[in-house]
């Protein structure tokens, strides 16, 4: 049964996407970068996941009062998948979008995808509208209700066992799949 989160979704388009998934993202083991990343974290989210999340995408990691540092910090230990709502405060600081709260988060839980633009799209020609706006994240919201849409209604052999997160690996096939 199709979860409702997948409501309108092309089922042929779909069950292309599962066969093809494992082809997609066979070489995602390889990416070191990523794998040191992701693994690295062994403790409850905390503020040094953020590091490790804007070192991963080579960005200058912001610097912020000790105050906000705690704020992200506790939303990052609060925040209880797959909901948002804990993270919409975050887009008030400066330089912050969906997309890199997707990828604190992401580090943080290894269950969040990492929202991209691409992967959205493929979405939308599935069937499944799923708008990419970096300053809203309610639209980040959706694509994780889609995502997780995805992994619910995976067959057995739709998701590959390697090791990384399955969100991971959706959103990578999302974002390569033609």
Same mark, same amino acid.
């Given at each position: 049964m199709i979860p409702v989160s997948l409501?309108?979704?092309d089922t042929d388009?779909?069950?292309r996407f599962y066969s093809e998934l494992p082809g997609l993202v066979a070489d995602s083991i390889e990416?070191? &970068?990523y794998a040191k990343a992701i693994?690295?974290?062994q403790e409850k989210a905390s503020i040094e996941h953020v590091f490790i999340s804007e070192k991963w995408s080579k960005r200058e990691p912001q610097i912020w009062p000790e105050d906000i540092m705690m704020e992200i910090e506790m939303i990052l230990q609060t925040i209880n998948y797959p909901d948002v709502s804990l993270l919409e405060?975050?887009?008030t600081l400066d330089n912050l979008d969906t997309k890199r709260i997707s990828e604190w988060v &992401?580090?943080?839980t290894n269950l969040y995808p990492i929202y991209t633009e691409k992967a959205c799209e493929t979405l939308t020609k599935m069937g499944l509208d799923t708008p990419y706006r970096p300053d809203d994240m309610a639209s980040y919201g959706l694509f994780v209700s889609r995502i997780e849409g995805l992994k619910i209604y995976a067959p057995a052999k739709g998701l590959p066992e390697i090791g990384l997160p399955r969100a991971r690996m959706l959103q990578l096939g999302l974002e390569r799949f033609e």
């Amino acid at each position: 049964m199709i979860p409702v989160s997948l409501y309108g979704i092309d089922t042929d388009e779909c069950e292309r996407f599962y066969s093809e998934l494992p082809g997609l993202v066979a070489d995602s083991i390889e990416d070191e &970068h990523y794998a040191k990343a992701i693994f690295s974290i062994q403790e409850k989210a905390s503020i040094e996941h953020v590091f490790i999340s804007e070192k991963w995408s080579k960005r200058e990691p912001q610097i912020w009062p000790e105050d906000i540092m705690m704020e992200i910090e506790m939303i990052l230990q609060t925040i209880n998948y797959p909901d948002v709502s804990l993270l919409e405060h975050l887009l008030t600081l400066d330089n912050l979008d969906t997309k890199r709260i997707s990828e604190w988060v &992401h580090f943080s839980t290894n269950l969040y995808p990492i929202y991209t633009e691409k992967a959205c799209e493929t979405l939308t020609k599935m069937g499944l509208d799923t708008p990419y706006r970096p300053d809203d994240m309610a639209s980040y919201g959706l694509f994780v209700s889609r995502i997780e849409g995805l992994k619910i209604y995976a067959p057995a052999k739709g998701l590959p066992e390697i090791g990384l997160p399955r969100a991971r690996m959706l959103q990578l096939g999302l974002e390569r799949f033609e």
